[in-house]
Structures are given as C-alpha cells and as structure tokens.
C-alpha cells in the first residue's frame, strides 16, 4: 500500500512544471530507500528539466554510493547535464561532473573531457587528463587482451569516440600540456598516429619534445610498441633511436622484444638501420629467450635488420651459436640461414667445426648448398676420411618425414622440406606439402612454394596462383619459379603484374620467367631494372642477363662497369661480361633476343 502510495505521488509530480517539484525530488534522493531511489530518478528523466540534469550532475559527488551508481549508469542521459556544468560550474561541481564520466565508463562521453582541457582551472585539466588517460589504458587493454574479433560494433565505435577524444585532445595541447594525453595516445597508437603525425609536422615545438622526452624516459612496458612507432613519425624518430641504443629494464625490453612485429613497417624498418647498437639485449638473452620460445627468434630479426656492423653482427651469431640455451642456437642458424650475405656463409662455415649436435649438420648442408664447389671433396669438413663414394644417408620413412614435416619448430620443418628436395618424394607427402603453403613461418611457405613445382596438377597451379599475393616477397618469387616448371595455361596473365614489383629478386624471377615465354614487355622491364637507381635492382637484373645468357645486353652492361656510381654494381657488370665473353661458341647463334616492343 506505501509503495503505491509512493508511486501515486510520483506520478503526480511528473506533470508538475514548477521548479520545486525537480528540486523536493533530488533533495529526497539521499534520504530514501534504495529500492525508491530508481523510481525518483526515472521520475527526473521522464520530466527531463534541463536545470534538473545539470544539479544531479552537479550534485554527484556528494550522492550515497548507491545513487551514484545509478546515476553512473545513466551518464549518457546526462549528458546536457555535464556540458552545462562543464560551461558555467563551480571547480568543485566540474570535478563532479569528471567523476560521473569516469564512473560511467561510457566512450562516447569521453569527448566533454577534452573540452575539459582548454578551461583555465588547473586542477580540472589535470583531472581531465587523468581521466581521458584511464578511458584509453581500459580500452588499450580490452584490445591487447583480445585473440579474437571484437563483436560488429563493440570495437569501432569504444575505439573511435577515444580516438576522437585524444585527436582533440592532442589538437588542443598548446592549452594544457599534460603528459597524461601523449601517455593515453601512445597506447593507442594505431587509432591515434595520424593524429600525432599531424601536430608533429605543424608545430615542432614543444609538442614534439614532449613525446620524445617520453619516449626516452617512460618505463611502462604498455608503450614499448610506440618506441617502435616512433621509428616512423619523423623528427620523434630521433629520440625512438637513442632510446633503443640504450639499456633498458626487464619488462620493458621483454615488451619491445614481444612488439618487434612492427620492424614489418617499412617506414620503421628504414629508420630501425640507424640503430648502431642494442646494449639493452646483453644479458637478458636467455631469460627473455626462456620467457617465450619465441622471443629467440625475435631477438635475431631484431640484430638482422639493426644497423650494427657485419662485424658486430657476426660475433653476436657466434656467441649465441656456441652458447647452452638450444632455443637460441636454433634461431641464430635459422638467421643465419635467411641471410645471404658473404659474412653469414663464412659464419656459416666456421660452425661446421665448432657447433655441436644437429647444428653441425645443419650448417654443413646449408654451406654446401652456397658452396657446391667445396661440397664435391667430402660430405663434411670435418671427416677428412670420407670419399666420393661414401653413401648418402638414406630418406627418412615417410612417417618419420611426415612427423619433421608437422614439427612445432620451423627448423625442423625447413629441414625436412630439404631433404624431401634431395630424395625427390614430393609425391608421397603432396598432402602435408600443400598443408605448408600456408604455414606461420615465412621461410617454410617460400620452401614449401618451391617444391610444388615438383607435384604437377591443378591443385598445384591454384595453391602457387594464391601464393602470388602472399605477403613475403619470398614466398612470391620461389611461386613464380615453381609455376614456371608446371607452366599453367594462364602463367604470363598470373605473373605479368609482378614486372613492377618493388622487391627485386621477385621482379627479376617475372622478369626472367617471362623472357622464357617471350613476352612482349618483359625486355622492357628488365631494361628498367638496369636503369634503376637500386643496387640491389640492378645486382637483379644482371642475375637474369647471366641465367639466360643475354648477350646482346654485353654493351649496356660495358657501360656499366664503366660508369656506374656504385663500385659493386661496376665490379658484378665487369664479372658478368667476362663470363658472357667466355661463353660456348657453339651457342654464339643461340643468343636470346630480348624483345622491346
């Protein structure tokens, strides 16, 4: 009976329209039961008064927790209420306001606290900061936490209204300079870079000594991935290098060690080569290699793409190579096998003596294979004793192979890979093959790529025509190669768009693919690769010249090993013609013409 009495007077008040009906319900608030207290706020939304809103909003702080939490609830109808406090309210009542926001925990709100920022009360800036920071650490958090997609809608819209609220907050820091705001922006640094990018290329002042104060300063581990970030935005680049050629704290190097993933942006991997040293890794190889297997391998793509010396590079191989922990033995040989270079094979080499178990094997057949001339004498350095005639060591049983060919360390499966190579028994794994084409590792899909061109079919044509679009330019080259072995009807329509790619050994395995089918525009690519201002495009393009004996092309490359500014292009162009010169006369009518137009 009081309960409908009480709801009986309510909704006698909800048609009121004097101003002491609104003011008799919110003074009531504190003192009623809580299961009343939801009955008289519905009844202030239902009236709705502007002047209402505004002193529950006003009044916040002061509320039992349980009004509080109701009201938290409904921050979002309250919204008119904190614009106007925010306009026109006493500091104690805009701190009010703040806290309602933050309790409420509602992105879309967070855009009335950057307009918080450019008010002249000190402490309500600095709470404001404070707060827009803490939306950002929540949502930074929910989004690192996450493995899978965010449901439609949850992601975009909790992500884009803080993103809004720090590209105003960033927009407007000239008024408040809060440390808070780069600290909140560089968790959220995929949503708010373009933000960053453009308050760094218009004011270069004390915005951008700011962020990179902090980058060389902070050691929460949350903005390890924005020190690599910073790679990429210009003049804070500068202070991201001297930071990373310094020494570091566990957890944050642990945390730049887990965010090296974005070394995959060219901009960063660019400026990453300026890094000359990386002191922060001496010592923590083993824990963070024991932290996460991963990390092993991690740690020496970080070496590889730095801009430490060859020297300096090899002694940290060699370190690690004849160290005790086999996870990163394993990951220095697997880089030492990605790497091409002469440094890596002479290291290579030298491991053949003085690495221990598999390893030793491991790198003898990888040396072999750059050195084939060295490989005819003996299987191994090591065995003086061993003949020509001494037998290879028979192809594992299939199942055996199988089991290497599903191993959980890519070594292992690389290895594998080699020797379904050297026994020729693609045929019988076809299955597991196909099954690696789409393989984590980038160096088992290229591996994997290449030896479909040994199992004929449709099946192969369609795995090696999706492989086209993988994302290393590896896996792309070695499709190109094995595609040209199977010779698919539609070959010159699949690989003519590779003649322009930016990846030279890709374009130059196109471009030498596609000269073998006389395509008409292949001879022009080429050309453009000698013409190249890369090295490395022209180094390319001479590997196509000498694979095909292209020796019509003898004069261009005479005027290269003359003139060329590069001194290793002169001396490969003055190698390669020697060699065209000192061809068989029996094939001199043989020439390939390479086609213009």
Same mark, same amino acid.
């Given at each position: 009976m009081i309960q409908n009495s009480f709801r009986t007077m309510l909704n006698a008040l909800k048609g009121q329209r004097n101003l002491a009906? @609104?003011?008799?319900?919110?003074?009531?608030? !504190? #003192?009623?039961?809580?299961?009343?207290?939801?009955?008289?706020? @519905?009844?202030?939304?239902?009236?709705?008064? !502007? #002047?209402?809103?505004?002193?529950?909003v006003a009044c916040f702080a002061t509320f039992p927790p349980t009004v509080q939490e109701l009201l938290a609830r409904e921050s979002v109808r309250l919204r008119g209420g904190i614009l106007d406090v925010f306009s026109g309210g006493s500091r104690d009542e805009k701190l009010s306001a703040i806290e309602l926001v933050v309790r409420g925990d509602r992105a879309s709100m967070s855009d009335v606290l950057a307009e918080g920022l450019a008010g002249d009360d000190p402490a309500v800036k600095d709470r404001c900061a404070r707060a827009i920071e803490t939306f950002a650490s929540r949502r930074a958090g929910d989004a690192q936490a996450r493995h899978a997609p965010f449901p439609p809608g949850e992601q975009p819209s909790d992500l884009s209204h803080i993103a809004a609220t720090l590209d105003r907050a960033i927009h407007l820091w000239e008024l408040h300079f809060r440390p808070e705001i780069l600290t909140a922006a560089m968790q959220l640094a995929p949503w708010t870079e373009n933000a960053l990018r453009r308050k760094i290329e218009n004011h270069r002042g004390h915005f951008v000594q700011a962020l990179g104060e902090l980058v060389l300063s902070t050691r929460d581990a949350r903005l390890a991935p924005f020190v690599w970030r910073a790679l990429g935005l210009d003049v804070v680049g500068t202070f991201a290098i001297r930071r990373l050629e310094r020494r570091q704290d566990g957890e944050f190097a642990a945390a730049l060690v887990?965010?090296?993933?974005?070394?995959?942006?060219?901009?960063?991997?660019?400026?990453?080569r300026r890094v000359r040293a990386l002191p922060w890794l001496a010592g923590r190889l083993e824990p963070l290699a024991r932290r996460d297997a991963r990390n092993a391998f991690r740690i020496l793509e970080l070496v590889r793409c730095s801009g430490m010396t060859a020297a300096r590079k090899l002694d940290f191989h060699r370190h690690l190579l004849l160290g005790d922990t086999p996870a990163l033995r394993e990951a220095s040989l697997w880089s030492l096998i990605e790497d091409p270079s002469e440094h890596a094979t002479q290291l290579l080499g030298e491991m053949r003596t003085r690495a221990e178990g598999h390893l030793v094997e491991v790198a003898q057949r990888e040396y072999n294979r750059r050195r084939p001339e060295e490989a005819r004498g003996s299987r191994f350095r090591g065995q003086p004793n061993a003949s020509r005639s001494t037998p290879s060591r028979p192809p594992s049983a299939a199942p055996t192979l199988r089991s290497r060919l599903a191993s959980s360390n890519p070594l292992e499966r690389l290895e594998a890979l080699a020797e379904v190579r050297a026994t020729h028994v693609e045929t019988s794994v076809a299955d597991v093959i196909s099954r690696l084409v789409h393989d984590a590792e980038p160096a088992v899909r290229a591996t994997a790529v290449a030896r479909l061109g040994a199992l004929p079919g449709a099946t192969s044509a369609r795995l090696l025509r999706a492989a086209l679009d993988d994302a290393d330019p590896r896996v792309q080259a070695n499709a190109i190669e094995a595609l040209e072995q199977l010779s698919p009807p539609r070959f010159d329509e699949w690989v003519q768009p590779k003649l322009t790619a930016r990846h030279p050994r890709l374009r130059a395995n196109a471009v030498k693919a596609l000269i073998s089918h006389d395509a008409e525009n292949a001879g022009h690519a080429l050309l453009d690769m000698l013409d190249d201002g890369s090295r490395a495009s022209k180094l390319s393009a001479m590997w196509v010249i000498g694979q095909l004996q292209l020796t019509p092309l003898g004069e261009r490359l005479a005027f290269m090993g003359r003139d060329d500014a590069d001194e290793n292009v002169r001396r490969s162009a003055n190698k390669l013609l020697l060699q065209l010169s000192r061809a068989d006369g029996a094939h001199a009518g043989e020439e390939r013409k390479v086609r213009i137009a």
């Open positions: 009906a @609104d003011a008799a319900l919110i003074e009531a608030l !504190p #003192h009623v039961e809580e299961e009343r207290a939801p009955l008289l706020l @519905d009844t202030l939304f239902e009236r709705g008064r !502007p #002047h209402a809103m505004r002193r529950l887990s965010s090296a993933w974005l070394l995959k942006d060219p901009r960063i991997r660019t400026n990453f």
